[in-house]
């Protein structure tokens, strides 16, 4: 491989790097190599793009892949580290030749010096330091690494001041908060190392905010407050890499609990085979989230006795091409914790997970998520025991990108509930136990959503309850395959999947009888211009009930016949069985 060399364009906006036309993200190339095409960024439509924000875009890519392979460097053989120390010693002269800060950032980011936003500097920093961190522990480097204690300042003083102004602001909650303080902790980490000091991060932590994020941006069941998956994650990749060295005994009794109820929530999201589910804002399925998800496992599986992760991790490795980070050994110091189980029931976030049948399903009635939160209260997403999604929550596009931005943030995106074919109102819904219910979506109408995991199949019941005639609905939208059979005037089948994957079956019933319509929509927000074909479910009254009852085709007894009376569901099984389920909670 060629001598690496360092970008010496500044970064951009990374969101920008997406094709306006299918709202795709656009093809990385090998981001090692900082020349830009010259046909432009390729899209997989093929679309060639080339413009000051695609470039600036990508100039972020390759910066921060950059610090990653500095940090495999500095782990590596003495060849490898020599390398490393020049590259980093070329970044700290480019750094020190910046203005204190980008005179390209848009009016609303928060600005870096070598990027337009501060949290991608944060970000880019942390690796930096490692690096630096990584190489402190070889005595045979051959240059004083005390010539990057000024840029290591540097770099510290710029993430300090931008979070300090994040506190100004009241937005101490902020994701960028917490990768701000894992900035200012692992670069005084590093300082330490040089000097031949054991870096204190457990009380760094406590000085420079990462502990106050942790109780304060963390709800009591475990989620990340924003409640979206990605934004979960990439909050918890923080602070673990902040603690680089840490005794894992020796961590406050409170911030070891946080960091355990977070691991305990993507065990306990996740399908049997390891899927995460993309709740909220954040990549459907993108290869740099994959490679994060890989390591947050690794580190969590360092610091939590029996691999909490294992599973999450090697459902990742499917869609992530980039081995581990090399220096990930021994990050944290002493025996692991105990590991909390899984949870299944997240009151505060307002997300339950439910598993019957060969279905793995999980109703969002929380709050609304603040600007990473969607309209899509009572949403009941399904998947398969294998990954299969075969009704999703949807993820989001690059952020750029507004109009498909819109759409996956939508009401209309999601298997959740309209009424007169408008969208919901950003707002909160609530959960008890396997109920959930929001009354604020649209005025004058209350709608809850019942869950019931038996072992034979999963009912799903829906009460929509207006205060005048309205235009009632029910969405399903795939993520598979759909096909859809009429069993008479009031009864529906449904068969999701298919092609070699996990296949599922539904029944649909609904009171007063409602008319079942295909519709189009763009399909997960990997690939917009991918189209699927759902279903509207709708009526016009006061009052609706629409019934579902869904089985993985292995399942066995299969249901053979739904039907409704005043106040009860009731399932007829194919052994001559009948279960009697309540309408109401």
């Known amino acids: 491989m060629a001598a690496l060399t360092i970008p010496q364009e500044s970064g951009g906006w990374w969101h920008a790097y997406v094709c306006p036309a299918h709202g795709v993200e656009l093809d990385h190339g090998d981001l090692l190599d900082d020349t830009f095409p010259a046909a432009g960024a390729a899209c997989r439509y093929g679309c060639r793009l080339d413009t000051d924000a695609i470039r600036g875009a990508r100039a972020v890519l390759v910066h921060q892949a950059t610090a990653r392979r500095l940090r495999n460097l500095a782990a590596g053989e003495p060849v490898e580290r020599r390398e490393a120390v020049r590259l980093l010693r070329e970044y700290a002269t480019l750094y020190a030749g910046l203005p204190s800060a980008h005179s390209g950032s848009a009016d609303w980011m928060l600005r870096g010096r070598l990027f337009h936003q501060a949290l991608t500097e944060g970000i880019w920093a942390v690796n930096i330091a490692h690096a630096v961190r990584t190489l402190a522990t070889h005595h045979e480097v051959p240059v004083a690494l005390d010539t990057l204690v000024p840029f290591l300042g540097a770099l510290r003083e710029t993430a300090g001041a931008a979070r300090a102004e994040l506190l100004r602001k009241g937005e101490a909650r902020s994701n960028y908060t917490a990768?701000?303080?894992?900035?200012?902790?692992?670069?005084?980490?590093?300082?330490?190392?040089?000097?031949?000091?054991?870096?204190?991060?457990?009380?760094?932590?406590?000085?420079?905010?990462?502990?106050?994020?942790?109780?304060?941006?963390?709800?009591?069941?475990?989620?990340?407050?924003?409640?979206?998956?990605?934004?979960?994650?990439?909050?918890?990749?923080?602070?673990?890499?902040?603690?680089?060295?840490?005794?894992?005994?020796?961590?406050?009794?409170?911030?070891?609990?946080?960091?355990?109820?977070?691991?305990?929530v993507l065990a306990g999201i996740a399908t049997p085979d390891g899927t995460l589910p993309a709740l909220h804002d954040g990549p459907y399925r993108r290869a740099g989230q994959a490679a994060e998800i890989v390591e947050v496992a690794a580190l969590a599986d360092q610091l939590f006795a029996g691999a909490p992760l294992k599973r999450v991790a090697r459902a990742a490795e499917r869609d992530s091409p980039d081995p581990l980070p090399a220096d990930l050994a021994g990050w944290f110091a002493g025996s692991p914790l105990p590991a909390l189980p899984p949870r299944r029931v997240f009151p505060d976030a307002g997300y339950a997970v439910f598993r019957s049948a060969g279905v793995h399903a999980l109703l969002d009635a929380g709050p609304h998520g603040g600007g990473h939160g969607h309209q899509d209260k009572l949403s009941l997403y399904l998947y398969a025991d294998d990954g299969t999604a075969w009704q999703p929550d949807p993820g989001q596009v690059p952020y750029a990108h507004r109009t498909f931005r819109r759409y996956y943030a939508s009401t209309a995106a999601h298997p959740s509930f309209r009424v007169d074919e408008s969208e919901q109102r950003p707002c909160d819904a609530t959960l008890s136990g396997d109920v959930g219910r929001c009354e604020q979506a649209y005025d004058g109408v209350t709608a809850t959503r019942r869950i019931v995991a038996d072992r034979r199949y999963l009912l799903d019941i829906l009460v929509l309850e207006a205060d005048t005639e309205r235009r009632l609905s029910a969405q399903l939208r795939p993520g598979a395959a759909l096909d859809v059979v009429a069993l008479g005037p009031d009864q529906s089948r449904t068969v999701w999947g298919a092609g070699g994957v996990a296949v599922m079956t539904g029944r649909h019933l609904a009171r007063p009888p409602a008319e079942f319509t295909v519709v189009a929509h763009p399909g997960p927000a990997d690939d917009p211009v991918r189209t699927r074909h759902g279903i509207d479910w709708s009526l016009t009254s006061r009052h609706a009930v629409f019934v579902s009852v869904y089985q993985a085709t292995e399942s066995e007894p299969g249901v053979r016949r739904v039907s409704l009376s005043d106040r009860s569901v009731h399932i007829e099984l194919a052994d001559g069985t009948v279960a009697t389920h309540p309408i109401g909670a």
Not at 205 to 233: F, I, K, M, Q
Not at 241 to 264: F, N, T
């Open 179 to 264: 990768w701000l303080a894992a900035a200012e902790i692992s670069c005084l980490s590093a300082v330490a190392a040089v000097s031949g000091t054991e870096p204190d991060t457990t009380g760094l932590a406590e000085e420079y905010g990462l502990n106050t994020h942790l109780r304060t941006a963390v709800n009591p069941d475990g989620w990340e407050w924003e409640g979206s998956t990605y934004y979960h994650l990439f909050v918890l990749h923080a602070y673990l890499l902040a603690l680089r060295g840490a005794r894992a005994d020796h961590l406050p009794g409170d911030i070891a609990a946080v960091l355990g109820a977070m691991v305990s």
